[in-house]
């Protein structure tokens, strides 16, 4: 524990990259879901396209290619969630045997406690934790969804079918941004293991991961065919 104690206070630099990591993490959630009305996220952007979608929904006949999306949709859900649940395995199985990463530390002259390591990869296997949870959610609300859809009348002419289909496509939203925000656990959680090599891997961490979900959200090709079919 003393030499825990002594290696924290003479790294000053770890407090102030992971702080920094946190801040970028949560900063560029917010501004994703809450851009300018100038310059909106690729998210803002597929929720009109989602709520256009429930209205094209109302007048389909027969509403089987709708279903199908949802299926494929709520699959890629079940999927990274899966996925998260077996890389926790791995952090956990590492984090609770660090003696591989030890051994390596101990062969370049790396002197960091055991714990040290096991604290880098908890901050790991908490993004990893936080990103099953929302894929986990998205694909529960993305049910909640396909049923709400299945009761939307087929007659469009329904007082109560567009009103329905609003409420379909409120919760087709929620669901993608659950999963918008578990696809950027897993990001951080990459940067995160930048942490291993010190404070200069999780700063060149955050600097990566930081462009890169800023770029795919406000930067991307994607993003400008999207504009292109909305102006």
Same mark, same amino acid.
Request: hydrophobic share 50%; with cysteine; aromatic share 12%.
């Given at each position: 524990?003393?030499?825990?104690?002594?290696?924290?206070? !003479?790294?000053?630099?770890?407090?102030?990259?992971? #702080?920094?990591?946190?801040? *970028?993490? /949560?900063?560029?959630?917010?501004?994703?879901?809450?851009?300018?009305?100038?310059?909106?996220?690729?998210? /803002?952007?597929?929720?009109?396209?989602?709520?256009?979608?429930?209205? *094209?929904? *109302?007048?389909?006949?027969?509403?089987?290619?709708? !279903? =199908?999306?949802? !299926?494929?949709?709520? =699959?890629?859900? @079940?999927?990274?969630?899966s996925t998260s649940i077996l890389a926790i395995g791995g952090v956990?199985?590492? +984090? #609770?045997?660090?003696?591989?990463?030890?051994?390596? +530390?101990?062969?370049?002259?790396?002197?960091?406690? %055991?714990? /040290?390591?096991? +604290?880098?990869? @908890?901050?790991?296997?908490?993004?990893?934790? &936080?990103?099953?949870?929302?894929?986990?959610?998205?694909?529960?609300?993305? #049910?909640?969804? @396909?049923?709400? %859809? +299945?009761?939307?009348? &087929?007659?469009?002419?329904?007082?109560?079918?567009?009103? %329905? @289909?609003? =409420?379909?496509?409120?919760?087709?939203?929620?669901?993608?941004? &659950?999963?918008?925000?578990?696809?950027? !656990?897993?990001?951080?959680?990459? #940067?995160?293991?930048?942490?291993?090599?010190?404070?200069?891997?999780?700063?060149?961490?955050?600097? /990566?991961?930081?462009?890169?979900?800023?770029?795919?959200?406000?930067?991307?090709?994607?993003?400008?065919?999207?504009?292109?079919?909305? *102006?």
């Amino acid at each position: 524990m003393f030499a825990t104690l002594t290696f924290m206070q !003479s790294e000053p630099m770890n407090f102030i990259v992971f #702080g920094l990591y946190i801040f *970028v993490w /949560i900063a560029l959630g917010w501004w994703i879901e809450h851009p300018g009305a100038k310059h909106p996220s690729v998210t /803002i952007l597929m929720g009109q396209r989602r709520r256009d979608w429930m209205k *094209v929904f *109302v007048t389909r006949d027969p509403r089987i290619f709708d !279903s =199908q999306i949802i !299926s494929q949709l709520r =699959q890629g859900t @079940a999927f990274f969630a899966s996925t998260s649940i077996l890389a926790i395995g791995g952090v956990l199985a590492l +984090a #609770g045997n660090p003696t591989t990463i030890q051994g390596v +530390a101990d062969q370049v002259g790396d002197t960091t406690p %055991m714990l /040290i390591w096991q +604290a880098k990869l @908890a901050l790991v296997g908490l993004f990893l934790g &936080n990103g099953f949870l929302k894929f986990v959610w998205a694909n529960r609300v993305f #049910g909640y969804c @396909a049923v709400m %859809m +299945a009761a939307v009348p &087929n007659d469009p002419k329904d007082p109560s079918a567009y009103p %329905m @289909a609003a =409420q379909a496509a409120e919760l087709n939203i929620r669901a993608a941004m &659950n999963f918008n925000r578990g696809l950027r !656990s897993v990001y951080f959680a990459l #940067g995160a293991l930048g942490w291993l090599l010190g404070w200069q891997g999780l700063l060149a961490g955050t600097l /990566i991961v930081g462009w890169t979900v800023w770029s795919r959200e406000f930067a991307s090709l994607p993003r400008k065919i999207i504009l292109k079919e909305t *102006v």
